[in-house]
């Protein structure tokens, strides 16, 4: 019982962390302005990691290459905190691990682009007028375009949203089945 709750909150915990860390990613993307609240948050829980990797690792072609290993090297901690809690033997898990946080870091970007836009479609609800909503909407805006082009508003309700969560729930399988293949690969 205490082994399912440790790999419980280690779950939680690094997958929030890594998320954080791929929404920084995101934010640089999408050239969000670093002066509201999202990104204000995101960078002080992300840069005792960021900042380090930063004089090692420069970024090439608009993308945040430390960013992107800060998240992969949380998903290889993350992993071997649960091979160690499990019993596996870590050096035979090892292989199996550095492949698989790949995946991890793949899952974690699909369930981020799911989330924000989730918190896109309450607040338009709820509260459009939030002081985080042109944040959230500039984030979503290049994820949805392609999708509202292909797929008009029916009725005047956008389904974009709909159509990207059967999408990402999609890739989420295909990434669920080649993390399981990799395991029964290396063992």
């Not at 280690?10 to 990613?25: C, H, I, S, W, Y």
């Not at 960078?43 to 990797?53: A, G, Y």
């Not at 309450?122 to 984030?139: E, K, Q, R, Y």
């Amino acid at each position: 019982m205490f082994s399912e709750i440790a790999l419980f909150l280690l779950d939680t915990v690094f997958t929030l962390f890594g998320m954080a860390l791929l929404l920084r990613v995101w934010m640089q993307l999408t050239r969000l302005p670093t002066r509201n609240p999202v990104s204000q948050g995101v960078f002080q829980i992300t840069d005792w990691l960021v900042r380090p990797l930063r004089r090692i690792i420069p970024g090439v072609g608009g993308i945040d290459w430390a960013t992107v290993v800060a998240a992969w090297l949380t998903a290889v901690v993350f992993l071997l905190l649960v091979a160690m809690i499990s019993g596996a033997d870590l050096l035979a898990f090892l292989p199996a691990v550095l492949l698989t946080s790949v995946l991890y870091v793949l899952k974690w970007a699909i369930s981020l682009v799911m989330w924000v836009t989730l918190l896109m479609a309450i607040l338009s609800w709820v509260n459009p007028h939030s002081p985080i909503t042109p944040a959230i909407d500039h984030l979503t805006a290049p994820v949805l375009r392609p999708i509202q082009r292909v797929i008009p508003r029916l009725g005047g309700f956008d389904v974009s949203p709909l159509v990207l969560f059967v999408i990402a729930q999609i890739l989420l399988m295909i990434i669920a089945r080649l993390g399981a293949s990799v395991f029964n690969l290396h063992f």
